[in-house]
């Protein structure tokens, strides 16, 4: 069983793994209608949410599963990142099925179940590979030598590429959260109308940055009275997003030229995007590195990629104080939660 609650969806998944491996159920419960109406995460009302519904969601993954909480043979949960008070909610309901039934536990990291997603569809990826993830909150490329021998290649150094999509559609007050409204209007515009210089790094690292996109769609939007629904609204819209998706393109196949690697994976709710699947497929087509995208459900914050990557974690580590450990990283988030709002 997997539980998953990072961030604005709470699920809970239920998988088998061993001589079938698929995912028999999931139940998830999306928080965007509570918060739409403020553009962006609220943390108290997420955390609360998670609460309500925790409980009734694993009740019934398990009806619509035919099973028991009995049949469950292990049970794992996201560690973070994400909202301390939403992952806090995941970790005492876990703690509590796995104590009371004698369940095993075991934690993962949410980026790392991310890339994990696409195992879900493609369970044999050959490694070395590098993995491109992009969502509201998270925009990285890792390089992976073996499921658990993982390391960052770049990070972004401001806001991620979900969190600008967001942040820009907040501005013109069309919606949240921001890429589902891109990916739906990018073909009313004409993608060439506006020029969008990609950032670079003035100490020549090879991170991202994407400050600079919502400052210049700012700028652009200041100089030509742009109102929404407008043609040349759409234009802009257009020119951003493929100059965006132009960017991640470039800086994953660059990545992929230094490292000897097999395998590329792009993950993450921004994954989702067409024009992103589009313009990855068609550049790496006729290339000696396979691509790997997940399936359009298993983008977004998802249950079945914390069971997969968990069911992976306990074969590879079995003898993992999970308990011990949990304690230990929740309990270090906390109290550097309380000191900072103190």
Request: hydrophobic share 35%; with cysteine; aromatic share 12%.
């Amino acid at each position: 069983m997997g539980i998953e609650s990072s961030c604005d969806e709470t699920a809970v998944s239920i998988i088998e793994r061993g001589e079938k491996n698929w995912v028999i159920n999931e139940q998830i419960k999306s928080q965007i209608p509570l918060h739409s109406k403020y553009g962006g995460i609220v943390p108290e009302i997420a955390s609360r949410n998670h609460y309500e519904v925790i409980d009734y969601l694993t009740l019934k993954v398990l009806k619509k599963s035919n099973l028991k909480i009995d049949d469950i043979g292990l049970i794992s949960l996201t560690q973070g990142p994400g909202l301390i008070g939403s992952l806090l909610i995941g970790l005492c309901f876990a703690k509590g099925l796995s104590f009371s039934r004698k369940i095993p536990i075991v934690p993962v990291d949410h980026i790392n179940s991310h890339i994990e997603s696409v195992f879900i569809d493609n369970q044999n990826i050959q490694y070395p590979l590098i993995a491109l993830v992009v969502s509201g909150g998270h925009t990285s490329i890792f390089y992976q030598r073996s499921k658990f021998d993982t390391e960052v290649v770049s990070k972004t150094r401001d806001d991620a590429v979900g969190e600008v999509l967001d942040k820009i559609a907040k501005f013109y007050n069309f919606g949240y959260p921001g890429g589902p409204i891109f990916d739906r209007i990018y073909k009313q515009g004409d993608k060439n109308r506006f020029s969008f210089t990609f950032p670079k790094m003035s100490d020549g690292s090879n991170d991202f940055s994407f400050s600079g996109y919502k400052t210049a769609v700012l700028k652009y939007s200041k100089e030509f009275k742009i109102k929404v629904n407008t043609q040349i609204f759409y234009d802009l819209m257009s020119s951003f997003l493929n100059s965006v998706t132009d960017y991640l393109l470039k800086k994953t196949k660059l990545t992929a030229i230094g490292f000897k690697i097999k395998s590329v994976v792009v993950a993450g709710g921004v994954s989702r995007n067409s024009l992103l699947r589009e313009k990855f497929k068609e550049e790496f087509k006729n290339n000696n590195i396979m691509l790997y995208l997940p399936s359009s459900r298993y983008c977004t914050d998802n249950a079945s990629m914390i069971a997969w990557l968990g069911y992976e974690k306990y074969m590879k580590f079995p003898n993992l104080d999970s308990f011990d450990f949990l304690l230990n990283s929740y309990s270090r988030a906390f109290f550097k939660y309380k000191k900072k709002i103190k």
